[in-house]
C-alpha cells in the first residue's frame, strides 16, 4: 500500500506527501487533508528557497 501511495503522489507530483502523511496529527478526515496540503506547500517553499539561494550568483568584490 505505501508503494501505490508513493505512486500515485508521483503522479499527482505531490512530491512530500508520501513522505509526511503518517507523521501528520488529526481527529476528523478534513483536517487531515488540510494539514497534509499545507505540508506539502511548505516543503515547497523550503526547497524553492534553497534552490534560489544555491542558483544565485555570488557577487564578486
Given at each position: 500500500?505505501?508503494?501505490?501511495?508513493?505512486?500515485?503522489?508521483?503522479?499527482?507530483?505531490?512530491?512530500?506527501v508520501?513522505?509526511?502523511?503518517?507523521?501528520?496529527p488529526f481527529?476528523?478526515p478534513?483536517?487531515f487533508?488540510y494539514?497534509?496540503?499545507?505540508?506539502?506547500?511548505?516543503?515547497?517553499?523550503?526547497?524553492?528557497?534553497?534552490?534560489?539561494?544555491?542558483s544565485?550568483?555570488?557577487?564578486k568584490?
Amino acid at each position: 500500500m505505501k508503494q501505490d501511495i508513493k505512486e500515485l503522489c508521483k503522479s499527482l507530483r505531490l512530491a512530500y506527501v508520501a513522505d509526511v502523511y503518517e507523521q501528520i496529527p488529526f481527529e476528523t478526515p478534513e483536517q487531515f487533508l488540510y494539514r497534509l496540503l499545507k505540508e506539502e506547500i511548505r516543503l515547497r517553499e523550503k526547497a524553492r528557497a534553497i534552490r534560489l539561494i544555491k542558483s544565485k550568483p555570488e557577487i564578486k568584490k
